[in-house]
């Protein structure tokens, strides 16, 4: 049996009204990766959050290295060994790579950082030029430049919290050999995702929490995805792997005929025919040009040449607004950046869109918006107490119902949601590909972006797979098991398979 | 548990603003059987002097005849016809000296009124004795206390009822707005224990209005309430505006250019109660230029994508330039009497300016909060990206806020040049908006954008007023103004800072927790 680097035991956290953690126990080995699971909510980043020193805890031990030790500050934790890499970057985008690893340290010689960054970053098998400002490279390699920074600190503990949500299929691999070798070191990872996928490939062992009690520590042998989903939801979730789109009819109308579109830079000759009703998935990696596909059609970007017609009318969509009078929804992928407005209440996020096509002199009354909340909040089961709670202070995929109620409140005839489901929990995930399938059943057509191939094959009616900028094949449904295999095919060689 | 607190708040700060009210009523009396007899009025000023600060009855007298006197003689400069109570009173004398014997002259002239009011002796006639004097002394007084007290009551009845309204006591006074409540309330507490004929109201029959500190208040705080509803806005939108200084000068310049500028009739080249141009285009016209301006900024902004504060810095910069080129550098006054009541007049007793405040705030409270547009103020201010995906325009509403915040700066502009019947490129509507930006701060506008407070911004442009005038009417000396300004703003915005409200709900939080426990 290996040793425990870290023991938290009997781990309590009160908050105003609620308890946060209750009676948590969590062990990390040396040399292990181990899955901290549970949904939102489930009191995963408080129980870091204690261990990093942000929150204090009411009751409980926590040994590191068998001394007990009460971290009082992210810097303290730091300094005991103990580092963190958060799912935003926190990083200074105009200073250099070797700067951003070593600043704060002793060592600020240009000469001696920028040597040390390059060996430190080949150990990450990243060849970059360590002098050129941070902001050159991609969210991948930022990523990994955050890791290297803090496992420069001689940490024993690293953290990752969702390290993973803003890379593409082959950075997660690279992310993944670095963990191996880190492992291999000795060091103990933490590592929370949303991706039941990649828990398996890299874990060791898991431990899940549920509304801030512990369900208990497994080795990953021990339970499949199914059982582990169970155990997350706390109930028998058996129905979410068996939501397949409906057939479509036949001589169902003409929704979307996109004709060679094309913007320079971005993406070239698409072109796309959809029905009434028809679900179609779009596959590829990030930056592939899937989400510039789908802003063209939304107008969020003018395309320079090429046709657009919807429900058979050519239309000329210069900006959004011209899109969403035509009938056309986008749930974007950032929701962040481009969806939720933080301060706002959902009532009025929710509304926003209906008000926007109507104008800002033709107001909906305190009554219709009222009502108009309270519907969607019950049709999409949105958790929040009231309409009046600003929506920045709901979980991710309660946002997400709300960006999704949004649109769905304009009747739109064609939805494209951009990666709806990532970085929300397996629950609420479930849920919007259940209201997804539901409203292509009464005849809205949608576009359905993700990076989980495995999704996107079980919803879609039509698969169409981009690779650099371009649509490098189209497959039609029902799809069977060699589908996945098929279209990596497509994205890895390019080319038409069909 | 005492839900009813308010109520006895309520009725407590009633009941006092009844009695000063009451004793208003009574200073009034006074005045009015004084104005009765010689249907003169005093200045506010004269009045106090005499009746308020002097010590004892021979120099009370001695001040009242003198002003009595005064004002009969100045009333004669002009062209005010002595009363008709005066000529009877005097053709009585007049006849009841004939009756004695003596010579009479044919006909009163003002001379011989004056001479009669001043043989009269109006303080013993009207007054009489030293006693009323000293009733009217503590009248004064307790009108002061009374008003103020009730006043202050009053506002603690409504913060009680918004705490029992909103259950979240640690979100109130999270709230900015609470704090700035908070300081103008210990502001007036001040003035309450130092002066508190501060409070002190009267009434002016002359021109039918009221005056006082408080009415100054208000009335001083306009234009900048006034551009504070644009800039609110500006603000909630990410941005700021700096020319509403520069078009406040505009508009004065462009009014009285309009007003005066004939150079081919030699009639005009004098001041006077007249216009030259319909008075009509006197009020449009600035305000038209200035929206035009304001749309040129918004084009900035919206169109050009110019941080806001560069894209105001051009009109700043060049609007006091353009206010002289429009007056090849004059400085024009006129008499205009329409133009004056603008900024002088009076209004349902009170000065025009607070009227027409009123009437601009609810104006763009409806549009604001009626129609759609304050959402999307806010949504473009939070979050720009996802309001134009939302299908919103970010451009029109930049456009429109710009615009209407130069239009607003247009009628402060007319109100300032009314009240000083004159346009002055260089001072008019002098650092108007830092004035203006400090309202919207105070009032619990955060300058990163989003959520807005118009409301807040009242108060924020009250605060500001208030902090003024307790300087000046405390006589402090006009060089250290600005300095004690700053100093009572910066605490306010101390104490408004999000780390000591974070510690002061947490605080409130706490005992809250305390007593709840206590109670099980």
């Known amino acids: 049996m290996p040793e425990n680097i870290l023991e938290m035991r009997g781990i309590e956290i009160q908050f105003p009204g609620v308890k946060a953690l209750d009676k948590v126990d969590f062990f990390l080995r040396a040399g292990e990766v181990h899955a901290l699971l549970g949904e939102n909510g489930a009191g ?16 409980g031990t926590i040994l590191f290295d068998g001394k007990e030790i009460t971290p009082t500050s992210p810097q303290n934790a730091i300094d005991m060994g103990i580092s963190t890499v958060f799912q935003e970057i926190n990083l200074c985008p105009n200073l250099t790579v070797a700067e951003n690893i070593f600043v704060g340290r002793k060592e600020f010689k240009r000469k001696i950082i920028n040597a040390k960054a390059k060996e430190l970053m080949k150990r990450f098998h990243l060849d970059i030029d360590v002098t050129r400002p941070l902001s050159n490279y991609s969210t991948a390699v930022q990523q990994m430049v955050s890791i290297a920074r803090a496992v420069n600190i001689d940490s024993k503990i690293l953290i990752l919290d969702e390290p993973t949500s803003s890379l593409d299929e082959n950075e997660v691999q690279l992310l993944f050999n670095v963990m191996r070798d880190l492992k291999a070191e000795g060091m103990g990872i933490i590592f929370i995702t949303h991706f039941l996928d990649q828990i398996y490939a890299i874990s060791d062992r898991m431990t899940i929490l549920r509304n801030g009690h512990l369900v208990g520590t497994y080795n990953i042998d021990e339970i499949n995805k199914l059982q582990l989903v169970t155990l997350m939801v706390g109930k028998d979730m058996e129905n979410i792997f068996d939501m397949h789109p409906a057939d479509v009819d036949p001589d169902a109308p003409q929704m979307l005929n996109a004709d060679h579109l ?21 596959a590829g990696l990030l930056g592939s040009g899937r989400t510039e596909t789908a802003e063209m059609i939304f107008g969020a970007n003018r395309p320079t040449s090429g046709k657009l017609s919807l429900k058979g009318k050519q239309v000329d969509v210069k900006k959004p607004f011209d899109a969403i009078m035509a009938g056309v929804a986008f749930c974007p992928e950032d929701r962040k950046r481009d969806g939720i407005v933080g301060d706002l209440s959902i009532r009025e996020n929710i509304m926003l869109a209906v008000q926007a096509k109507r104008g800002f002199l033709h107001p909906l009354s305190r009554a219709e918006q009222n009502e108009l909340a309270d519907k969607y909040i019950k049709a999409l089961s949105i ?23 949004r649109w769905m409140a304009t009747q739109p005839d064609l939805l494209i949601l951009d990666e709806p489901t990532r970085g929300i929990d397996v629950g609420a995930k479930a849920e919007i590909q259940r209201l997804m399938l539901e409203m292509c059943k009464d005849g809205v057509s949608v576009i359905f972006i993700s990076s989980e191939l495995e999704e996107v094959i079980r919803c879609s009616n039509r698969i169409v797979i981009m690779r650099d900028g371009k649509k490098a094949g189209e497959l039609e449904g029902p799809f069977d098991g060699d589908t996945q295999s098929r279209i990596l095919q497509i994205i890895a060689e390019g080319g038409d398979a069909q | 548990m005492k839900k009813k607190a308010y109520l006895i708040f309520l009725v407590l700060g009633l009941a006092l603003l009844a009695v000063g009210v009451f004793f208003f009523g009574r200073i009034c009396a006074v005045k009015d059987s004084i104005y009765a007899n010689y249907s003169l009025s005093f200045s506010d000023a004269s009045f106090e002097k005499v009746f308020i600060n002097d010590n004892d009855e021979a120099t009370v007298a ?23 109570q005066v000529v009877e009173a005097a053709e009585a004398t007049e006849a009841a000296e004939t009756a004695a014997g003596e010579a009479a002259p044919e006909e009163v002239t003002q001379e011989d009124a004056l001479e009669i009011i001043a043989d009269s002796a109006p303080y013993d006639t009207v007054i009489g004795s030293f006693s009323r004097v000293q009733s009217l002394r503590t009248a004064w007084k307790l009108q002061g206390i009374f008003i103020g007290g009730g006043l202050l009551l009053c506002l603690v009845a409504v913060a009680l009822v918004l705490r029992s309204r909103n259950l979240d006591f640690a979100a109130i006074m999270r709230s900015k707005i609470t704090w700035a409540v908070i300081a103008e309330i210990l502001i007036l507490i001040v003035c309450l224990i130092i002066r508190p004929e501060f409070f002190h109201i009267s009434y002016q029959p002359s021109n039918r209005m009221l005056y006082g500190n408080l009415i100054d208040i208000v009335n001083r705080s306009a234009e900048i309430t006034i551009i504070g509803m644009g800039m609110t806005m500006v603000i909630a939108l990410g941005g700021t505006d700096l020319s509403v200084g520069a078009l406040v000068a505009v508009s004065g310049a462009l009014a009285l250019k309009l007003m005066r500028w ?8 004098t001041p006077g109660d007249y216009t030259v141009y319909p008075f009509i285009l006197v009020l449009l016209v600035p305000l038209l230029v200035c929206l035009l301006m304001g749309a040129f900024n918004g084009v900035l902004v919206g169109q050009l994508k110019l941080q806001p504060i560069i894209a105001t810095l051009i009109l700043m910069v060049s609007g006091r330039g353009i206010a002289q080129i429009i007056t090849n550098g004059k400085q024009y006054t006129t008499m205009y009497s329409p133009f004056r009541v603008i900024g002088q007049g009076s209004c349902l007793f009170l000065p025009t300016p607070i009227v027409i405040t009123v009437v601009v705030v609810a104006a763009v409270m409806l549009f604001v909060r009626k129609t759609a547009f304050g959402t999307f103020v806010e949504s473009v201010g939070i979050n720009p990206s996802a309001s134009r995906l939302s299908g919103i325009n970010s451009k029109v509403v930049i456009l429109i806020v710009f615009a209407l915040t130069g239009f607003l700066a247009g009628i402060s502009g007319l109100i300032y040049s009314s009240r000083i019947m004159s346009n002055d490129s260089n001072n008019a509507g002098i650092n108007y908006e830092t004035d203006a930006i400090l309202s919207v701060v105070i009032g619990g506008t955060s300058m990163s954008g989003g959520k807005f407070s118009l409301t807040g911004t009242i108060v924020g442009s009250i605060i500001i007023r208030t902090i003024i005038t307790f300087v000046y009417y405390f006589g402090v000396s006009p060089d250290s ?12 915005i101390v104490l408004q800072s999000e780390p000591v409200r974070n510690w002061m709900a947490k605080r409130s939080q706490a005992r809250a927790m305390v007593k709840g426990g206590v109670a099980k």
């Open chain 1, 44 to 59: 995963k980043s408080t129980l870091i959050k204690c261990l990093t020193g942000v929150n204090h805890k009411d009751a």
């Open chain 1, 262 to 282: 094309g913007a320079p830079g971005a993406v070239s000759d698409i072109s796309l025919t959809m029905k009434k009703g028809e679900l179609v998935g779009f």
């Open chain 1, 383 to 405: 958790a929040t107490p009231d309409a009046e709670k600003k929506i920045g202070e709901l979980s991710g995929g309660n946002q997400q119902k709300v960006i999704l109620a």
């Open chain 2, 62 to 84: 001695a001040d009242f005849d003198a002003a009595v006197l005064q004002t009969a003689i100045n009333s004669d400069d002009t062209t005010v016809e002595l009363s008709e």
């Open chain 2, 262 to 269: 004939d150079p081919t009739n030699p009639l005009y080249q």
């Open chain 2, 481 to 492: 103004t600005m300095a004690f300004k700053a100093l009572i703003i910066a605490v306010i």
